[in-house]
């Protein structure tokens, strides 16, 4: 196969340190999560902690999708954190993708990014509601989706653990990653409310969510947590039917650790 290895112009990873870098990929480093799907592991470099996201090679039809009609999870990853950051959002700095392919079917990909040092993900908000300053980070966090919206940004994978977050004199800042799955358009009113149905199905959190945003786009705040909650349901619903059903028909797979 051969290896297709694009690098940001200001980084100071060239193709031999990279090369270096993923050659004894799944040995070394610190993984991160389980590696269940796609695997993630800190690497270091010259004293400079680097994130690479390893893609689970794709089936078949993929290999031939992403070798000729589509670009590959780790090029959008990359491209859209330049697009993010040129726009004014933040995520951790791109560094390089590498894409393994051959003559016909596409294989292994990387997305390398700088390791962002960050306090703690939305998660932590959801998981618990004690959590100090909750309310505040919420209306926070509100205020940065209304920037992603009017910006054109259709984050869809907005979930608890794709936003990072970190504590300063000013306030709170908030990274987004996982970054594949993005659309740039001009998005309705029940696009950008259904844009919050990953996060919790929390009435308490929902509530403060809508009342935040019901203030930023200037509706009734009683309209917003209506279509709110109803896009909250909908999502849950739906995830527990697709989980119930690959429980009972792909019992086979291997289980998440």
Same mark, same amino acid.
């Given at each position: 196969m051969s290896i297709?290895?694009?690098?940001?112009?200001? $980084?100071?990873? +060239?193709?031999? #340190?990279?090369?270096? !870098? %993923? @050659?004894?990929? $799944?040995?070394?480093?610190? &993984?991160?999560?389980?590696?269940?799907?796609?695997?993630?592991?800190?690497? *270091?470099? *010259?004293?400079?902690?680097?994130?690479? @996201? /390893?893609?689970?090679?794709? +089936?078949?039809?993929?290999?031939?999708?992403?070798?000729?009609?589509? @670009? $590959?999870?780790?090029?959008? #990853?990359? &491209?859209?954190?330049?697009? &993010?950051?040129? #726009?004014?959002? &933040?995520?951790? +700095?791109?560094? /390089?993708?590498?894409?393994?392919? #051959? %003559?016909?079917?596409f294989g292994k990909s990387y997305y390398i990014s700088e390791q962002l040092e960050y306090d703690f993900t939305i998660r932590k908000i959801v998981d618990d509601p004690s959590t100090d300053d909750y309310e505040n980070i919420l209306r926070q966090f509100t205020r940065f989706t209304f920037e992603l919206h009017e910006k054109g940004i259709h984050f869809l994978d907005h979930s608890p653990g794709n936003t990072l977050i970190k504590k300063d004199a000013d306030g709170y800042k908030f990274y987004l990653v996982d970054l594949n799955r993005m659309e740039f358009k001009t998005l309705s009113y029940d696009e950008r409310l259904a844009n919050f149905a990953r996060l919790s199905p929390k009435d308490e959190m929902l509530e403060i969510l809508s009342d935040e945003y019901a203030k930023l786009i200037g509706k009734p705040h009683s309209e917003v947590r209506?279509? !709110?909650f109803h896009f909250s349901q909908q999502f849950s619903s739906s995830f527990k039917k697709r989980e119930a059903f690959k429980k009972k028909y792909y019992f086979w797979r291997k289980k998440k650790s």
């Open positions: 297709k290895i694009h690098i940001h112009e200001e $980084s100071v990873l +060239n193709r031999e #340190s990279i090369q270096h !870098m %993923l @050659k004894n990929f $799944s040995a070394e480093g610190e &993984l991160i999560g389980t590696g269940y799907r796609n695997v993630i592991r800190i690497l *270091d470099v *010259d004293g400079q902690r680097y994130n690479v @996201k /390893a893609f689970k090679v794709p +089936n078949l039809v993929n290999k031939i999708v992403y070798r000729f009609f589509r @670009k $590959s999870k780790a090029e959008r #990853s990359f &491209l859209y954190a330049e697009k &993010l950051l040129a #726009s004014g959002i &933040l995520t951790p +700095n791109p560094i /390089a993708y590498v894409e393994h392919t #051959s %003559l016909i079917v209506e279509r !709110m």
